[in-house]
């Protein structure tokens, strides 16, 4: 997959703009690596991210951490989904379709994704888990942020999505993210996508109510769990 490449791309009808139908939202998504971020790219992002998770984060017992986030967001491993729009006419829409779509780039910022894939520790009840690994493949979502303007369009959903696609074709067990409980939106959105708590989640509470943790690890399984067990619960076969 080429940094920058546009990977897909997607038409939603926009009420936002104007009150007539015939006005839509072309969403374009492009691929980008951590080394390919320059300093408006950067900021570009940066701003989405303080603007919509400043709040929650000065709700948590993390706090925010302006320089955390970004030294993150310029490590080699992460990742970007960038997902830009422009408003275009029924006509105008029309006469895209089946043309060859330059790299996205040049439309506002609707919405992106940051993610790694990676190995990262699980339970030994997972059901994806194999004999004796204690580690498991899989693509971890670190930030999946949308324009305020655009929320409730399916952009969320949309580039949600494509990070799946990516990492079933990298061959990824499952996608993993972390939500703060005090944000019960995204908890609702996530849950509705298919994303249940992972049996690494640590407890909200103790024995005696006090918190434990702010926040839950949720992931969905990207392949079919019986095929692993199998594999998992097969006797050892010693030779005669």
Known sequence: MIGGACVTCRTISDTSHTASPSFFLRIEVS??????LNRDLETEIMKLLELNMRPLYDQSAQGWNRREKLKEMREAPSRFLLARASVRTRAEDALSEGANVSAAGKGELVGY???RLDFEECDEDDPLRLIDEQDIELAYCYELQVAPPYRGKGVGQFLLGCLEDIAKASRMKKVMLTAFLHNRSALEFYRAQGYTPDL?????TDGDGHTIADYQILSKALVQPARECIQRA???????
């Open 31 to 36: 691929v980008t690596f951590a080394h390919e």
């Open 113 to 115: 994704t940051m993610f």
């Open 200 to 204: 690494i989640s640590p407890q909200e």
């Open 234 to 240: 097969r006797p050892h076969v010693q030779s005669q």
